[in-house]
C-alpha cells in the first residue's frame, strides 16, 4: 500500500483565497488517493468551500484554525515578529512538529520564504534556502534556481544551487545525472564577474554534470536541465519570459482579429493554437520549490487559478515521495568542495 | 537639401563578412540619397562585392584599406593591443578623425566597446558608455540599456544609464518625454540592491520621466519606453527575450505539421502566421547603439542577415540626424544630480 502523504494548505492566501484555492486542492485530493490534506485558515471560512464533497474526498481533509493573514505586499520582517498565527506560519509550523509533510501557499514571497527558513532553518551545509522554477524548453523541462529569494549570492551559494537544482530536477524527471549550466553573460571563460567565475571553478571541481556557462536563450533549447544564477538575474529570466509569452499571445490574437478573413483563418487555426497554448501555459508550470530548508515548502503563484494551485500541491507530492530534502543532503555530502 | 551623412562600416566583420553586409548596406544606400558610406577591410575581397551597381550608388561608396580582423572570440585586450589595423579600429579612428559621422560593426562586442571606448573616450559627465537595445513591446517598443557592457554598474552609472536612454528613446521615437523605469525583482520601495535603491532615488531626483521600478514583465506591456539595468541583468532579459521565441516558434511549427489535419491548419493560417512572424522578426530590432561615447556606434548582431544589418545602419543614420551625443551632453547638464 501507498504511504498516504500529508499537506499543509495555507488556504487563505494568495490573490483569491480559499473559494479558488480549496477547489485546486479538491482536484488534486480526486486524482491523488494517498493524499491527505490540512487546510489552514479560518475553519468557518474554509468549511463552506467543502459543502456536498463526496464523504471520501472529505475524509482526507482536515482543518487547523490559524486567525491571522499575512498581507500581500506585507514587509516580511513585520509578517514574521507579528503575524505568528497567521495561516502561512501556521502551515509551515506543521511540516516542522511532523504534522504535514510538506507545505504549500500562494502567499506572499518575501514573508513565505523569512517563516520557512525562520521555522525550518536550513540543511546543514546550505546558507541560503533558494526557490527553483521549472521552466519550459524544447523537448523538456528546465529547472532555474534561484528565481527571487537572494539579490546578491557569494559563490558557495552559486555552488549550493547547483547540488539542490540537481536533485529536485533528478526528482521530477528521473534524469540520472541531470546537466548543470551557470548563467553568465557569455560562454567564455573570461566573462562575468568574479563571484561567477570562482562558482563556476568549484562546479567544474564537483562530481556533479557541470557543463559550463551558459547565456539565458539556452535556457529554452533543451541542452541544460539545471540552470544556476543568483536571485535576481533569475528573476529577471522568469519574468522576461513571463512577459514575452503574453506579448507574443497578444500579437497572435491581434493577428487573427484584424480583417474578417485572418477571423475565419484563426477559426481554422483555433485546434493547433488552443494545442500550443496549452502546452505553454504557465498554469502547467506553477509551483517553486523553496529548496535548501528542512522541509519542503511549494510557492504557488499568488495568482495562480484553481489548475494552477492544483499543480502546485503536485509538485509538493513529487517531492514528498522523493524526500526532496534528504536527497540534497547526499548529494552535498557527496562533494569533495 | 538634406546634409550627407557618411557611415564607417566594419565591412569584414560578423559571422558572415563581406558577402552579407556589403548587399545590406546597398539596399540602405538605396533608400537613404543622403547616405554615404566607407567600407573599411581589404579593397580586393570589398571591391568585387560592388560590381554591377549602378553608377550613382558606386558614387556614394568609397573605400578605406584595412589590413586586420578582430576574430569573434578574440580577447578585447589583446584586440585593442595588437590589431591597430583592423576593419573595426579603422572605422572607429575614422569617426573619432570627422571623417565619418558614425560607424557600424558586426564583430566582437567586447572588443568593439573596448575600442570604441579607447579611440573615441566617453562624453563630459559620463563613466561608461552603454549598449542600449531596442526591444518589441505592445504597441511599440521599448529602450533597454545596458545590455551587455557593464557587469556591474554603480548608481551613478544607472542614473547616467537613464539620461542616455532617454535621448536615444525620445529621438528614435520622437516622444516628448520618454517614460524611465529601473529593473527591479519588485516594485515595492525595499526590493533589490543598495545600488538599484540609490539609483531609484537619484532618478527620482531628476527631471527625467521617472516611474519607479518596473519588473521583467513590464518590458513588453507598452507602459515604459527606457528600461534601465545593469549589464548582466540587461543581458539576461534580452536573451531570455531571444531564447523564448525561438522555443515559441519552434512549439507553433510543431503543432501545425503534428497531423495531417493539423498541417492543413498551418496552411490556411500561413498569412497570419507570417505577418505575425514579421511583427516580431527578431532581425527587426538589429542595431544596438554603445552610447556615451564621443561618436555615433552601432553593433549589429554578429549573425545579422542583410536585412538585420541594413537595419543597423538605419539606426545610426537616425542617430546622426538627431545627433545623439550632442543631444546626451543637453540632457545631462540640465540634470541637478
Redesign the interface.
Known sequence: MTRSICIAVDAMSGDYGAQVLVPGVLDQLKINRELRVILVGRESVLRPCLENIPAELASRVSFQEASQLVAM?E?PRTALRKKKDSSMRVAINLVRDGLADACVSAGNTGALMATARFVLRTLPGIDRPAIIATI???GGNTHMLDV?AN??CTAEQLFQFGVMGSVVSADIHELKSPRVGL?N?GV?A?K??EIIREAGRMLSGSNLNYIGFI???????GHVDVVV?D???G??????????????S???RA??T?TLF?RI??L??L???K??RK??DPRRYNGASMVGLNGIVVKSHGSADRIAFGNAIQIALVECQQGVPIQISKLLEQQAI
Not at 547565456?215 to 533549447?221: H, K, R, S, V
Open positions: 505586499d514587509d519550459p524548453a524544447i527571487g539579490s546578491h548563467l553573460i567564455e573570461i562575468g564577474t547565456e539565458a536563450n539556452d535556457i529554452f533549447t544564477s536571485g535576481f538575474s528573476n529577471v529570466a522568469l519574468k522576461t519570459l513571463e512577459g514575452a509569452a503574453r506579448m507574443i497578444s500579437y497572435m493577428e487573427f484584424r485572418s483563418q484563426g481554422v487555426a485546434p493547433a493554437l494545442a500550443f502546452r505553454t
